[in-house]
C-alpha cells in the first residue's frame, strides 16, 4: 500500500514538524522519507540483516541492545518509519530527522548537539548487504538509537556534539570530506563505470595525501570512531559490543570478538593517535569502562581544544587550518572568519587579530546589527589587550566613566594600548551588550603598530573595533550560522526514484507474497506450497527470495523435500564465484540449521 494512502497526510506533516522547529541553518539538510520507494525487496534486506544481527548482538552486545531497538521504534521485521521512531524517542527527549548520504562533519555533530538523531534515508541494496559505501538506515537507525535509552550514553552523545560542532576543521579535511562524499556517489550510481570510479579513487587518495596533520576535528573524528562508531564496553578480557559501526555490520560484528585478528586496548585520550580506514575491517578496538569512562575522555580532550584554551596558540591553528573560525573576545564579541595573520608581544599574547574575506561579528551565537558578512566583506581587523592608564578592561566601564578617560562619542579619541598600538579617531558609536562595551566605531581613524607598521588608514573606511583585553576561547565555523551559513544545503532533498526492470517487479511481488502469508496468524500449507513452487520456476536465482521461501516453509511445517530442494538451490547459489553472496547464504544457512555450503566463507 502506498505510504501516503495508509498514514494519510499527518504521517508526512509530523516530519515537517520536527524539521521546523530545528535551527534554520540545519533544516535543508534535513530530507523526508517517503516510505513508499521502498521495495518489497529492501524491506527483506532489512530483516535478514536485523534478525541476523540480532541473534548474534544479543550475546554479544551490551544488554540494553535488544531493548534499545525496541524503545527507538525499530522492529526486525521492516524498515522503520521516521514518524515512529520520533514517536518512541520523544519521552527520551530525543528526535530523528532523514538526511539524503554524507553531511558535512560539522552540521552532523550539531544536529547530535541538539538531541537530533541524524538517519541517512536510504536502504543498502542487495549486493550491498555487508558493506554499503554511503550512510544507510541500516546503520544508522539500529546502530545509533538503541544505546540513545542509556541516559548517560545520551548525554555523552550529546556532549560529543556540542565540542564536535566547535572543533577546527582544516580546508585538507574539507577537500577529503567532498572526495569521501563524492565517491560514495559514484560507487551507488547505476551505470557507474570502473573507469569513473577508478577516478574518483584516486582524487580521494590525493585529497588524504594532502592532508597529512590531523586537525583539531580529525582528532576527535578519530575519537568518535574508536568510540561511538567501534567501541567496546567492559575490559580487554570480558567485553561487550556498543559501537554502531560493529552493531550493524554482519562480519565485523562477529570477527571484532577474536582476540588473534583484532587487538584490544584499554580506551585512553591516546586512542586519537590511531587513524582508521573506513573500507576494511579495524585491526585494533578499544574498550571502554562504562559511559562515564567515555565522558572523561571526551571532557579531557575537549580541555585542549582551541574552545576551551584559546590565547594565541589557538589562532595560529586557525590560520593554518585556511577555513571560517570564530574568535572570542574576552567582552564576548565573536569575530568569524578566516584569519590570516596574528601579531603577538615577547611573551606571545595576541596583540592584533585580521581576517581575510567575509567576516562576521557576533555576540553570544547573534550576528550584531550592521556588522553582516556583506558590510565586513573585505575582512577585519583589531587590537587586543589593555589601554595604558586604565586597569580593566575598556569593556568593563561604564559610559560616564570612559568620559573621564577622554573616550566620549563625538570625540577625538586616541587609544593606546600597552601593546604599542595607536588608534587614532572620531568615536561615532559605542555598542553595548550586557552593561558591556563591545565594539567601539570610529571615522577618519588611523591605527598604528608600535614599529609604526599601518593596520588601518582612515581612507580605507569606517573602523570598528572589536573590545577585549584577551582571546578566551577559539572555535570551529562561524557564531551565527544561521546569519552566515558555512555550508550550501543538498540539491536533492528527498529519496532518489529508482528505476526497476520488469523482472524486478515481478520478484518484488512474490516478496511481498512471502511477507503476507507469513504475518498471517494461519496459513493452509497448500497456498504456502503453492507459492514455493512459483518461486523455483521464476526466480530460484534470487537467492534472498529463496531464503524468505525457505524461512516459510520452515515456519508452516512444510513436507521437507520443499525445504531440501530450496536448500540445496541455495547451496548452489553460495558456490558462485560472489564472495559476499556467498558469506550471506551461509550465514542464513546456519541461523536456520540447515548448515553451509561447502567452500562458503564468513567473511565481512
Given at each position: 500500500m502506498p505510504y501516503n494512502a495508509k498514514y494519510g497526510d499527518t504521517a508526512m506533516s509530523s516530519q515537517q514538524e520536527v524539521i521546523n522547529s530545528l535551527p534554520t541553518h540545519l533544516q535543508p539538510f534535513a530530507a523526508t522519507q517517503d516510505y513508499s520507494r521502498y521495495s518489497p525487496r529492501d524491506h527483506a534486506v532489512w530483516r535478514f540483516l536485523l534478525h541476523q544481527l540480532s541473534g548474534t548482538l544479543d550475546v554479544t552486545a551490551h544488554s540494553i541492545y535488544l531493548e534499545g531497538l525496541a524503545r527507538t521504534g525499530i522492529n526486525l521485521e521492516l524498515i522503520p518509519r521516521i514518524e515512529e521512531m520520533n514517536a518512541c524517542m520523544a519521552s527520551l527527549g530525543w528526535r530523528a530527522v532523514v538526511v539524503d548520504g554524507f553531511v558535512p562533519p560539522s552540521i552532523f555533530m550539531e544536529f547530535q548537539a541538539h538531541k537530533v538523531l541524524v538517519v541517512a534515508v536510504d536502504m543498502r541494496t542487495i549486493e550491498h548487504m555487508l558493506y554499503t559505501p554511503s550512510p544507510d538506515i541500516v546503520h544508522e537507525s539500529s546502530g545509533h538509537a538503541p544505546f540513545i535509552i542509556d541516559v548517560d550514553y545520551a548525554e555523552f552523545l550529546q556532549r560529543f556534539g556540542e565540542l564536535g560542532m566547535r572543533a577546527v576543521a582544516s580546508k585538507g579535511d574539507m577537500d577529503v570530506y567532498e572526495a569521501i562524499r563524492h565517491l560514495s556517489i559514484v560507487k551507488e550510481a547505476v551505470g557507474?563505470?570502473?573507469?569513473?570510479?577508478?577516478?574518483?579513487?584516486?582524487?580521494?587518495?590525493?585529497?588524504?595525501?594532502?592532508?597529512?596533520?590531523?586537525?583539531e576535528a580529525a582528532l576527535l573524528a578519530r575519537l568518535h570512531w574508536w568510540t561511538v562508531e567501534y567501541g567496546l564496553v567492559g575490559d580487554t578480557e570480558n567485553y561487550k559490543v556498543f559501537g554502531a559501526g560493529l552493531l550493524s555490520s554482519l562480519g565485523e560484528s562477529?570477527?571484532?570478538?577474536?582476540?588473534?585478528?583484532?587487538?584490544?586496548?584499554?580506551?585512553?585520550?591516546?586512542?586519537?593517535?590511531?587513524?582508521?580506514?573506513?573500507?576494511?575491517?579495524?585491526?585494533?578496538?578499544?574498550?571502554?569502562?562504562?559511559?562515564?569512562?567515555?565522558?572523561?575522555?571526551?571532557?579531557?580532550?575537549?580541555?585542549?581544544?582551541?574552545?576551551?584554551?584559546?590565547?594565541?596558540?589557538?589562532?595560529?591553528?586557525?590560520?593554518?587550518?585556511?577555513?571560517?573560525?570564530?574568535?572570542?573576545?574576552?567582552?564576548?564579541?565573536?569575530?568569524?572568519?578566516?584569519?590570516?595573520?596574528?601579531?603577538?608581544?615577547?611573551?606571545?599574547?595576541?596583540?592584533?587579530?585580521?581576517?581575510?574575506?567575509p567576516t562576521q561579528l557576533a555576540y553570544k551565537g547573534k550576528e550584531l546589527t550592521g556588522h553582516?558578512?556583506?558590510?565586513?566583506?573585505?575582512?577585519?581587523?583589531?587590537?587586543?589587550?589593555?589601554?595604558?592608564?586604565?586597569?580593566?578592561?575598556?569593556?568593563?566601564?561604564?559610559?560616564?566613566?570612559?568620559?573621564?578617560?577622554?573616550?566620549?562619542?563625538?570625540?577625538?579619541?586616541?587609544?593606546?594600548?600597552?601593546?604599542?598600538?595607536?588608534?587614532?579617531?572620531?568615536?561615532?558609536?559605542?555598542?553595548?551588550?550586557?552593561?558591556?562595551?563591545?565594539?567601539?566605531?570610529?571615522?577618519?581613524?588611523?591605527?598604528?603598530?608600535?614599529?609604526?607598521?599601518?593596520?588601518?588608514?582612515?581612507?580605507?573606511?569606517?573602523?570598528?573595533?572589536?573590545?577585549?583585553?584577551?582571546?578566551?576561547?577559539?572555535?570551529?565555523?562561524?557564531?551565527?550560522?544561521?546569519?552566515?551559513?558555512?555550508?550550501?544545503?543538498?540539491?536533492?532533498?528527498?529519496?532518489?526514484e529508482v528505476g526497476h526492470s520488469d523482472r524486478d517487479r515481478a520478484s518484488f511481488d512474490l516478496y511481498r507474497k512471502v511477507r503476507d502469508l507469513r504475518e498471517r496468524r494461519s496459513v493452509e500449507k497448500s497456498v504456502v506450497l503453492s507459492l514455493l513452487t512459483e518461486i523455483q520456476a521464476q526466480a530460484c536465482d534470487e537467492w534472498l527470495l529463496v531464503f524468505e521461501a525457505i524461512e516459510l516453509a520452515k515456519m508452516v511445517g512444510a513436507v521437507q523435500n520443499v525445504v531440501l530442494e530450496l536448500t540445496e538451490s541455495l547451496k548452489v547459489l553460495a558456490l558462485a564465484e560472489d564472495e559476499q553472496r556467498s558469506c550471506l547464504i551461509n550465514y542464513g544457512l546456519e541461523r536456520l540449521g540447515l548448515g553451509s555450503a561447502e567452500g562458503g566463507l564468513i567473511g565481512r
Open positions: 557507474s563505470s570502473a573507469e569513473e570510479i577508478e577516478a574518483v579513487e584516486k582524487a580521494l587518495q590525493k585529497a588524504k595525501d594532502n592532508n597529512k596533520v590531523p586537525s562477529v570477527n571484532c570478538l577474536d582476540d588473534n585478528i583484532v587487538k584490544k586496548i584499554p580506551l585512553t585520550i591516546n586512542a586519537i593517535a590511531s587513524g582508521y580506514d573506513i573500507t576494511t575491517e579495524q585491526p585494533q578496538l578499544f574498550v571502554t569502562k562504562s559511559c562515564r569512562h567515555l565522558t572523561q575522555i571526551l571532557e579531557e580532550f575537549g580541555r585542549q581544544m582551541c574552545v576551551s584554551q584559546g590565547g594565541s596558540a589557538s589562532v595560529k591553528k586557525v590560520i593554518d587550518a585556511q577555513t571560517v573560525n570564530t574568535v572570542v573576545m574576552s567582552s564576548g564579541v565573536e569575530i568569524s572568519g578566516q584569519f590570516s595573520r596574528l601579531v603577538t608581544d615577547f611573551v606571545d599574547s595576541p596583540i592584533y587579530v585580521n581576517t581575510v574575506g553582516s558578512v556583506e558590510y565586513h566583506d573585505c575582512g577585519f581587523g583589531s587590537p587586543v589587550g589593555r589601554l595604558q592608564g586604565m586597569e580593566r578592561c575598556v569593556s568593563s566601564y561604564t559610559i560616564d566613566e570612559l568620559k573621564q578617560y577622554g573616550i566620549g562619542v563625538g570625540e577625538l579619541v586616541v587609544l593606546e594600548f600597552l601593546s604599542g598600538v595607536i588608534v587614532r579617531g572620531f568615536l561615532t558609536e559605542i555598542v553595548r551588550r550586557d552593561q558591556k562595551n563591545i565594539i567601539l566605531r570610529f571615522e577618519k581613524c588611523k591605527v598604528v603598530s608600535l614599529d609604526g607598521e599601518l593596520l588601518f588608514h582612515q581612507d580605507w573606511g569606517v573602523y570598528d573595533m572589536a573590545v577585549g583585553d584577551a582571546v578566551v576561547s577559539v572555535f570551529g565555523g562561524s557564531a551565527d550560522r544561521q546569519a552566515y551559513p558555512l555550508y550550501r544545503a543538498p540539491s536533492v532533498q528527498s529519496q532518489e
